[in-house]
Structures are given as C-alpha cells and as structure tokens.
Nanobody, 121 residues
Framework: QVQLVESGGGLVQAGESLRLSCAAS????????MGWYRQAPGKQRELVAT???????NYADSVKGRFTISRDNAKNTVYLQMNNLKHEDTAVYYC???????????????WGQGTRVTVSS
C-alpha cells in the first residue's frame, strides 16, 4: 500500500509565501515523476508543476517565476515553494507520483488527499 500525504497549506495574504510538502510512504521500490496539481472551486484540476527523478522540471505558465518544485529522493518527498502568491492561486493542491511498488512490475499513479491553499486579496 502506498500513501501520499501533503502538508503546508493554509491561509495567506497576496504576496506572501507557502511551502507545500508531500511524502510518499509504504511499499515503494522507486518513484519516477512527481508533481503538483490544483483544483479551484468550479474548475477542473490543472497541472502546476512536475519534476522527474532526474530533476527536470516543468511549470504551468501561470506559476513560472513564482513557484519552485523540488524533491528529496532519499525521503520520497516532493516540495512546492510558492512565492508571491496571488488570489487566483487559491485552490486545493494535490500531490501526484508515478511509483513502482515492486521491482520488475509496472508503475502506478498515486494521488494525495489534497491540501487547501487560500490567498486573500
């Protein structure tokens, strides 16, 4: 069984910063890409940022220059540093990971339960 547990969400004012963390635990052989997605009220879930095991990153245009994704492979953890937050960043943020639970078998897509970020204007 694999679990992804996010933390670090909260209520901040526009212009402030937050750092989200997501730790993967359980039966894990290796982790490929990890990422963050978000879903604002009344909208579809959208990609925020992804990072490969080789630390190649990809960002949504709306967060480039403000958000930074990183990972600690030894801790099976991915982070999202969010600076200069805007009201439109308000959403539930979900962690995602492509995980091999067993050597020699396929990888599976796992999601965290979400952490809420609210940015007041």
């Amino acid at each position: 069984q694999v679990q992804l547990v996010e933390s670090g969400g909260g209520l901040v004012q526009a212009g402030e910063s937050l750092r989200l963390s997501c730790a993967a635990s359980g039966s894990i052989f290796s982790i490929n890409a990890m990422g963050w997605y978000r879903q604002a009220p009344g909208k579809q879930r959208e990609l925020v940022a992804t990072i490969t095991r080789g630390v190649t990153t990809n960002y949504a245009d709306s967060v480039k220059g403000r958000f930074t994704i990183s990972r600690d492979n030894a801790k099976n953890t991915v982070y999202l540093q969010m600076n200069n937050l805007k009201h439109e960043d308000t959403a539930v943020y979900y962690c995602n990971a492509d995980i091999y639970p067993i050597p020699g078998r396929g990888s599976y897509d796992y999601w965290g339960q979400g952490t809420r970020v609210t940015v007041s204007s």
